[in-house]
């Protein structure tokens, strides 16, 4: 069936940079898309990061450039590099992972993936 186990997250100044873990267990990213989850300032679920599991980039940037996932030199761990943290960032971040192309788009944008695998999240904090 498989697993992902996020970890990682913790209390951190605005300004400063965090980098999150997502271990797969039983499973591969190799031909999985994976993409970060969070819950926005307005308490509803938000696409933090996403990569594709097709394999054609290692790393993708979101955020305005302060987040940047990326695949690890193993198969089964990704990355989640956040820099320039800001007090919205505080949340809980979950991972989440599904056969590649098995939602589009604007599934994973509008987090309408229930069947993906999802980790049990790890709390961001970050104060002013």
């Known amino acids: 069936e498989g697993q992902l186990t996020d970890s990682g997250g913790d209390w951190v100044q605005a300004g400063g940079s965090l980098t999150l873990s997502c271990t797969a267990s039983?499973?591969?990213?190799?031909?999985?898309?994976m993409g970060w989850y969070r819950q926005g300032s307005d308490g509803k679920c938000e696409l933090a990061a996403f990569?594709?599991?097709?394999?054609?980039?290692r790393s993708t940037q979101s955020m305005n450039g302060r987040f940047t996932a990326s695949r690890g030199d193993g198969a089964n761990t990704v990355y989640l590099r956040m820099t320039d943290l800001r007090p919205n960032d505080t949340s809980v971040y979950v991972c989440?992972?599904?056969?590649?192309?098995?939602?589009?788009?604007?599934?994973?944008?509008?987090?309408?993936?229930?069947?993906?695998?999802r980790g049990q999240g790890t709390q961001v904090t970050v104060s002013s």
């Open positions: 039983g499973f591969t990213f190799v031909d999985h898309d």
């Open positions: 990569l594709r599991g097709d394999g054609r980039a």
């Open positions: 989440a992972a599904a056969p590649t192309g098995y939602y589009k788009d604007f599934e994973w944008q509008y987090c309408s993936t229930s069947a993906a695998k």
